[in-house]
Nanobody, 121 residues
Framework: QLQLVESGGGLVQAGGSLRLSCAASGRTFSNYIMAWFRQAPGKEREFVARISNTGAYTSYADSVKGRFTIFRDNAKNTVYLQMNSLNPEDTAVYSC??????????????WGQGTQVTVSS
């Protein structure tokens, strides 16, 4: 099992920044593709960003492109989400997820418990 624990959420004013962290344990972290998802109240969970197991490749949802950056430190078994220029529409519970890089399916197998991000206007 890959255990994932998020931290770094909180309340921030519009235009501000937050950095989320997701600490992993239990498996070889560098073997896992990692992603961030978010779910706002009353809405479906949506993809935010993804990073390859080596960190060489990243992808983003259009809604966060240019404002959010995903990166990882495999030596620290941690993936991060740097969020800049936050707006109230970014308010959601943010969760990290992992999938083994050799997995043949696209779903993520491991999920953290989530961390709340609230952006006030």
């Amino acid at each position: 099992q890959l255990q994932l624990v998020e931290s770094g959420g909180g309340l921030v004013q519009a235009g501000g920044s937050l950095r989320l962290s997701c600490a992993a344990s239990g498996r070889t972290f560098s073997n896992y593709i990692m992603a961030w998802f978010r779910q706002a109240p009353g809405k479906e969970r949506e993809f935010v960003a993804r990073i390859s197991n080596t960190g060489a490749y990243t992808s983003y949802a259009d809604s966060v492109k240019g404002r959010f950056t995903i990166f990882r430190d495999n030596a620290k078994n941690t993936v991060y989400l740097q969020m800049n220029s936050l707006n109230p529409e970014d308010t959601a519970v943010y969760s990290c997820a992992g999938r083994h890089y050799l997995a043949t399916h696209s779903e993520y197998d491991y999920w953290g418990q989530g961390t709340q991000v609230t952006v006030s206007s």
